[in-house]
Each structure stands twice: as structure tokens, then as C-alpha cells.
């Protein structure tokens, strides 16, 4: 296309636009005019103006054409609302250089400072970190890793590692550069020779609209500053990668909240010193940030990452201008457009195809796993699989438990009906075991009394008169108590006892006639043991032990008689 020579002219209806087109067809020209828009259009020529004014379209409008001269329009103005310009306005005054506080930089190559000063209400949503210019590298890093450490959300994180059908499914998803890399490495095993990238990197035509639009510019960059943009470049990268995969190739309202959140570089201005540490913060914001917090995510953009450096800067080139239109759209990404991404589109088509293929080795040769992003990850997933396990084994038995309820419920009516059957047996029983203890303790007590009569018989002397008294009765009395409570526990031992009892009773009825004589005296003495209560005592075996025998002669002693022909 070429851009023809025009001239403009304007009195006070009209503005005028002569425009030169030689050799064009008269016939085939259009003019175009809406607001402050003027187009025309005659193949080969072509002229876009933007006017200060706008054009009023009232019918009043002509265009001519003229061979020897030119074409010609005349179009009326719209006259212009009146402005107030009583606006209190204050200059803006710069600062003394001496009054400037010490201001640190950043951007591309760190080549810039001072952006944010004045543009404090885009500054929260582009970036993180609230005073750039006046905040040093070293506390950007503390102060980035703990809000990484106050966002992480284990839960979240657990959530995505056991449900995982839609990561699995997006990790299917292959890029471009995929299938680009692939040929690539075919047919460098075929020929064993290294073929030009740009063989298998095709750019659109509204790319290459994009690229007319930079300026051509050379960067004077250190050996430390070459470092940070390499490094940097490689954290853009592995963003844009991841937001690629999720998105599956498409753009939505998040893409570019995506980017610069999970890039350190371009959300808290980060200068990173080494490709782990680069890996590592990747990492840990994917972990924090998106909506899909998997490891498997991390590892898919950085194998994408090596693949787009392999390919040359063809393919990075690419990538940094989809990033550039996605910024372009979005209000306040332009920002970071200009601070880093088209210098970068520039940069890039200046750098020798040597150096991405040393980085990309560099980066192949470094690994990342979860121990080196700090968050315990194989720790909570260890806890989170023995409670699923846990969680398992009790919906197993559960269910267990339930399948064998029908069949504990048949097996209950059946122990009901054996229940009552042995409650009757029971019952019948109770009754024999009832009527056996009466009859025993009828025996019982028959015993009791023979031997109660055996035990007294002997101690009745001929003329009627019972002798100790008191010592044969309690002594029964006791052993009565043992025997009644006795009988009821064990029957052999009552037996055992009464045996006991009757050797007693034969006993003492085989007392010598002497013993009787003392034993009426005895008698006596019990009459009297209220005055005298120390004179004699009773042993342990119910006999009579003399104590003391008194010189006084008793009155009673002549009621005894010892002639045995009496008895």
C-alpha cells in the first residue's frame, strides 16, 4: 500500500482534503468519514486520518476528481462545544535532584524506576507489592515468599491432588509448539544436521501487524542485567505455558490475571539469580493462586518451556506477542506491557539462537520437586491417604454389616423361640432344685433334733434333774446356727459337721459317774456366778473346768445319788 500526498485546507464551512493519486482509476476509489475518522482508499493508495475534529455528514458533502490534478472533498465541520477552561489545574514541579529519595529499579533489564510514582490507583491491579520504588530487591523476595506462605490452602491443594479428572484432562491438551518440536527433532535425527527454526514457526498476519508497530531499539546491557532478563524470561514463559494448558489454547477474561500472577517477574518485579530459584517460585505461586493448584501443572510448563527454547527464538517470539495482545486488552496490563513485554518482542529478535539453546540445556539439567517448594506437600499427601484408607476399611464394614443383617434377623426369631423352650426348662427345674432343698432341710432339722436329744439325754440324772444346763444349750444353740447356715451352700460339708456333732454327743454321754457328781455341782455354782463370777469358766469344748472347790458342804450334794443300781 502506499500513502498518497494530501493537502488540507478549511474556511468556515467547509475542510478541504486534496489528495495526489497518479495513475489510480477513477472508478474504483471509496472515502470513508464518520466523527473524527477520514479514509480513502484507491488501489494502490491508501490514507487514514485522524482529524482534530469531528465531521458532520448533512448531505452538503462533495468529492471530485480531477486527472491533470488530483481528487478532491470538501466535507463540512461540526462546530465545537464550548470548553471551560476556569479549571483550577496545579503544574506538576519537579523535584531537586537532591530532594529525590533513593529509588530502586526494575522492568526490562532493570532499566526503569519511577513508573509507579504516579500511577498509585492501576498499581494494586498489576502488581503486588505496594511501594516498588522504594522497596529492595531482597525484601521483595521476603515479603513475596510470605504471602505465598499465607495463601497456600492445604485443603485446596488436597482437593485437586485426589480429584483430578479435569487436570487429566487438560494435561491432554498439546500447544503448537508440540507438534512444531516434533518435527523439528525428526528431522534433525534424520539429517543429523541442525535446520533453521523458522522453518517451523509460522506467524499470523495480525502478528506480523504487531511487529511493524515496535520500534527498533538497542539495549546497552551488563553481563549482571543480561542474567536477570534471561532469567526473567524464562518465568514469563513458564506462565504463559501454564496458562495455555488449563485454558486449552484459549483466551478468556483470566488470561492475563493468569500471567502476571503466577510470573514473580512481572507481579512483584522480582530479579532472580538462578534457574532453581526461578522453578522454585513457579512452583509455589501455581500452588497458591489459580483455580487449578496441581503439581502435574508445574511439571507440563516446564517441559513446554524447554520445548519453546529448543525451537529458537522464533517460538519465544511468538509467545511474547500473544502475551503482549492479551496485556494490550486487558485496562491495566498495558502497564506492564511497557515495562517489560515489548522489550522483550525487541530484544528477542536480536539474540543469537546460541545462547536459547545453552538456556534451555541449563534449564533441562535443573529439577524441581515438591520437598523444594517448602509446603510439606508429600507430608499432607502421606496423612491424606491413610484417612481415605481409614475412611475406606469403615465403608467396607458398613456394608458388610449390612448384608448380614437379614440373616441376623432370622438367626434373632430362632434364639427367641430356643429362649423360651429353655425358660420352661428353666422354670421346671427351679421348681425340682425348690422341692430337693425342702426335703433336705427337712432332713436337716430331723438330725438336728435326734441330736440335740442324744447330747441332753445323758445329762438327766434319776431323779429328773438336768445337769449343765447352760453349757449343752448354747453349745447346741451354736451349732445349730452353723448347720442351718451351712446346709443351704454345701451339703457334703453339713454332713461332715453333723458327723462331728454326733462324736460330741456319744462323748459326753460316756462321762464317768464322778464327772456327773461334779457336773451337779457345777450347776450350782452357774446359780451363783452372779456373786462369785470368778470361780470357774467354761472352756472352748462345753466342759465343766473346777476352778475352785469350796470346803463348805453344799445342801444340795445329798439330792445326787451315785448308786448305780438306782439308775
Known sequence: MITPAFELTQDLDFLTIIIKVPYARASEFDVYFEGEDFKFYAKPYFLRLTLPGRIVEDGREKASYNTDKAASAELSEEEEEEFDWEIEQTPYKESAESTLPLQYRYGFGNLRSGVFQRLQDELSDVIDIKDPDQTPVDE????????????????????????DEAIQHVLKYKPWWVDAHKKMTALQGESHQEHDTHTFVVFSEEEREQLRKFTNKSYLLDKRSRHHVYLGLIDILLA???????????????????????????????????????????????????LHRHFGLVTRAFSDTIMILQLGRAAVLKCLLDIHKIFMENDPGYILND???????????????????????????????????????????????????????????????????????????????????????????????????????????SLQNMLQEERTAPLIDCNGLRQGTNTSTFEVSDEKSKVSLQSTSVPGKLIEELEKQMHTAIRLSEQPEGLATASCILQEQEENRVSEPDRFSNDTTGKGNFLEVSSKTNPLLFLCSTNEDED
Open 240 to 290: 504463559y505455558c501454564y496458562e495455555i494448558c488449563v485454558n486449552e489454547g484459549d483466551k478468556n477474561v483470566e488470561s492475563s490475571w493468569n500471567i502476571r500472577k503466577l510470573s514473580a517477574t512481572l507481579c512483584w518485579l522480582e530479579s532472580f539469580t538462578s534457574i532453581h530459584d526461578v522453578l522454585v517460585s513457579f512452583g509455589r505461586r501455581v500452588l497458591c493462586y489459580p
Open 339 to 445: 515495562l517489560f513485554i515489548t522489550d522483550y518482542c525487541i530484544w528477542i529478535q536480536k539474540t543469537k539462537s546460541k545462547k536459547l539453546a545453552a538456556l534451555s540445556e541449563s534449564l533441562q539439567k535443573t529439577t524441581l520437586t515438591k520437598s523444594h517448594v517448602g509446603f510439606e506437600l508429600e507430608e499432607l499427601e502421606a496423612a491424606a491417604v491413610l484417612v481415605q484408607e481409614e475412611e475406606r476399611m469403615l465403608k467396607a464394614v458398613g456394608t458388610v454389616s449390612k448384608q448380614q443383617l437379614p440373616s441376623s434377623e432370622s438367626e434373632t426369631s430362632d434364639s427367641e423361640e430356643s429362649s423360651s423352650t429353655s425358660s420352661s426348662e428353666t422354670e421346671g427345674s427351679d421348681s425340682d432344685e425348690r422341692e430337693s432343698s425342702t426335703s433336705d432341710d427337712g432332713k436337716t432339722n
Open 140 to 163: 521483595r523476595r521476603r515479603k513475596r515468599l510470605a504471602a505465598e506462605d499465607a495463601k497456600f490452602e492445604p485443603d485446596h491443594y488436597l482437593a485437586d491432588f485426589f480429584e
